[in-house]
């Protein structure tokens, strides 16, 4: 009988992380939730059959001694992210910027490189990183948040020509509009007025589920194939600028 894979998804405590938890148990995966909110990822792992491991990905020591303690891991997905603010370029507080670099990009490069030892180990490994649309496109007021997805993209791009060879693929992809949990809530700092604005007369913006489905659809492809890049939008939505609203 061939081993359970194991696969650890940050951010597993809301939204597109959570389903995407729930979505792998039910594929048959061992889940490991990571998420800073303990209480949230110790239900989901209950209800699913997953284990919980309390985790900030932008804390390098929390993340190696994550590493050193879980054992086999066969795909990482790389979800915990978000955007904080919506100000111009002009307007932006660095402060935000430096916090989404930390949690998009350099959360991403702490787990990737202390998990990495552990998925090549396994001799079919799957790294996964959810980007964004706006990794792609521009739009007024997404600045700190482009740029921070914008390198999650080069780090998914890069790793995988420096992987090539090795027995671990590289997955990006990068969703349009989804109306998960929390991110519009965590964007304009739990003003849910302006939150709700994002999807107003969207009759069916993705969601969490929607991209569950495609990470599950992703890393159950056979080792050989990898998919390089996804992008998933809403129907209503044909680029980042281009929204129908009924
Ligand atoms: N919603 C969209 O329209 C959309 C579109 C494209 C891409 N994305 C990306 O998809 C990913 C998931 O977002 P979502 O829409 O599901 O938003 P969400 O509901 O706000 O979930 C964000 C998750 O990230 C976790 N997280 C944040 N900072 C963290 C940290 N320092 N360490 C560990 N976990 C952390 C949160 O958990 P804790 O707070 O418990 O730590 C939470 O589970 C993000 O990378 C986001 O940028 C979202």
């Not at 990495?116 to 990183?129: E, F, K, M, N, S």
Request: aromatic share 4%; glycine share 10%.
């Amino acid at each position: 009988m061939t081993e359970q894979k194991v696969a650890v998804v940050t951010g597993a405590s809301s939204g597109i992380g959570a389903a995407t938890a729930r979505r792998l148990a039910a594929d048959g995966f061992d889940v490991v939730l990571t998420a800073r909110r303990t209480e949230r990822i110790e239900a989901l792992a209950k209800e699913i059959g997953g284990r919980a491991w309390t985790l900030d990905v932008t804390d390098r020591a929390a993340v190696d001694a994550f590493a050193a303690g879980i054992g086999r891991v066969d795909v990482l997905i790389n979800n915990a992210g978000g955007a904080f603010g919506a100000e111009s370029v002009e307007q932006g507080d660095p402060a935000d910027w430096r916090a989404m670099y930390e949690v998009n990009v350099l959360g991403v490069l702490h787990m990737t490189q202390a998990l990495l030892p552990a998925l090549r180990a396994t001799g079919d490994g799957t790294v996964l990183i959810l980007s964004s649309t706006a990794a792609l496109a521009s739009y007024e007021g997404g600045g700190g948040y482009i740029a921070a997805k914008a390198a999650a993209h080069s780090i998914a791009g890069t790793l995988r020509l420096e992987l090539c060879g090795e027995p671990v693929r590289v997955i990006e992809i990068a969703p349009g509009m989804v109306k998960s949990e929390g991110f519009a809530v965590t964007r304009f700092r739990g003003d849910e007025a302006k939150a709700a604005a994002v999807y107003a007369g969207v009759a069916e913006p993705l969601t969490s589920e929607d991209v569950a489905d495609t990470v599950s659809w992703a890393v159950t492809r056979p080792p050989h194939v990898n998919i390089d890049l996804l992008v998933v939008r809403p129907r209503a939505q044909a680029a980042n600028h281009k929204v129908h609203r009924g």
